[in-house]
């Protein structure tokens, strides 16, 4: 199979213009997604699970005839946990088990403290309600991302959690509904889609809305989330899959292939970057490319990835190399070197990054902790993994002494004023008046 990947060089001139032709993201038929998921929510909106029915029909090629057809709930999910062979059960156990108790140690408390007039400050801790997850299962299945987004919200204390997953041609994946026991989801439906995240947002006669949804989706499903935002809390817009890897030269090549391939095989638009200061190597790995791409069983994919947004890029040296990977912030970085610890303090902007060549970005996929579901296309200067904090919301506490009142009431009376809201400082002159009738 005949792929090209891009092969660019630091020193050269046209460096940063190519390299920016390769981050970029064909956007050119966003309008169109746009339009498409703004219209399906409308559809959603108006008729609800009369919607639901008719585009999982149109979109998913499975007439349903009603929306119990299209409803999961704990005994499918328990049903399907012990249909599966012992080691795929042992396999989700194993990794929730560890996705819990890294996110575990994300939980923080609340807390108050007293200033010098005796006014107690603090902040206080409460779980959403309930809350959607967005499952893909257009073109592949992922329970993984059943643990990755469950476990964190039920550690975080959530009451409810919603699940929607894609089943086209109405084959339910028991592997998925078995992750979903595992993460101790509540209820699930099989529709994707837009009209997933539309369910979810305004809720139907059988789908209950929610207060926010997480979890990574398609095109249509970063449009749709993208226009519920306001109406319902979302966890970000994700886009598609991205590996960067910083290469030594010393670890084996076929391990830096595969990570590659492994990031390259989700769509035709998903990322796969490597950063090395040595020649042969990169030659190393273009060679070793060609040689293992015809045995992989998304070959296709991978070509279509590699060839489109993949390179291979020679650098002057490993801080040059973290230098682009800060510009390019990826979701999954590789430190594939000798020495991680001694390129980590330079790296600023990543979503997660897998420490030394025994600690590839597959790990991180499945069982190695923290959840999966990461910032893309450069949102990581700016945003987080789905966490505990995402399923959680704070409330700030004041609670005044007559003191404090009378010290802070004066401030606000003329920072109110200058404003020129005068109902502002009215409420704060009251608070002194009274405390002055009151011998304060």
Partial sequence: ???????????????????????????????????????????????????????????????????????????????????????????????AERITDYHERQLTSDWEFTDSQGNRLGQRITPLDRVGLYVPGGQAAYPSTVLMTALPARVAGVSEIIMTVPMPDGVRNPLVLAAAHVGQIDAAFTIGGAQAIAALAYGTETVPKVDKIAGPGGAYVAAAKRLVFGDVGIDMIAGPSEVLVIADGTGPVEWVVMDLFSQAEHDASAQAILLCPDSAYLKAVEAAMVRLLPERLRAETISASLSARGALIKTRDLIEATEIANRIAPEHLELAVADPDALLGEIRHAGA??????????????????????????TARFSSPLGVSDFQKRSSVVRLSVEGSQMLARVAVTLANGEGLEAHARAAELRLREIDHNGG
């Fill in 353 to 378: 990054i897998f420490m030394g060549a025994h600690s590839p970005e597959v790990m991180g996929d499945y069982v190695a902790g923290p959840s999966h579901v990461l910032p893309t296309f450069g």
């Fill in 1 to 95: 199979m005949k792929f090209a990947i891009a092969n660019l060089n630091t020193v050269d001139e046209t460096f940063p213009e190519r390299l920016d032709e390769i981050l970029r993201w064909d956007a050119s038929e966003d309008s169109e997604v746009t339009r498409f998921a703004t219209n399906v929510i409308g559809e959603v909106r108006r008729d609800g699970d009369s919607a639901l029915l008719a585009l999982t029909a149109r979109l998913d090629r499975f007439d349903a005839p009603d929306m119990a057809a299209l409803t999961l709930d704990q005994s499918d999910f328990a049903a399907a946990f012990e249909s599966l062979p012992a080691s795929e059960r042992e396999a989700l156990l194993v990794a």
